[in-house]
C-alpha cells in the first residue's frame, strides 16, 4: 500500500532532519515513486532487488 511507504518516508524525512550531521543510506524494496520522492535529496537510496 503506497500509503504505508509514504509515512515510512516521511519518518525517514524526520530522522534526517534531526541528526543533519549523519549520512544516510536507505535500503528498500521496491518502493514506490511517491514514496521515495518524499525522502530527503542528501539520502542515498539503495533498491535492494536491483
Do not use: I, M, Q
Amino acid at each position: 500500500d503506497d500509503a504505508a511507504y509514504e509515512a515510512a518516508a516521511e519518518g525517514v524525512a524526520r530522522f534526517v532532519a534531526a541528526n543533519p550531521d549523519v549520512a544516510f543510506t536507505l535500503n528498500h524494496e521496491d518502493w514506490p515513486a511517491s514514496a521515495l520522492a518524499a525522502v530527503p535529496e542528501g539520502v542515498e537510496c539503495w533498491n535492494l532487488n536491483g
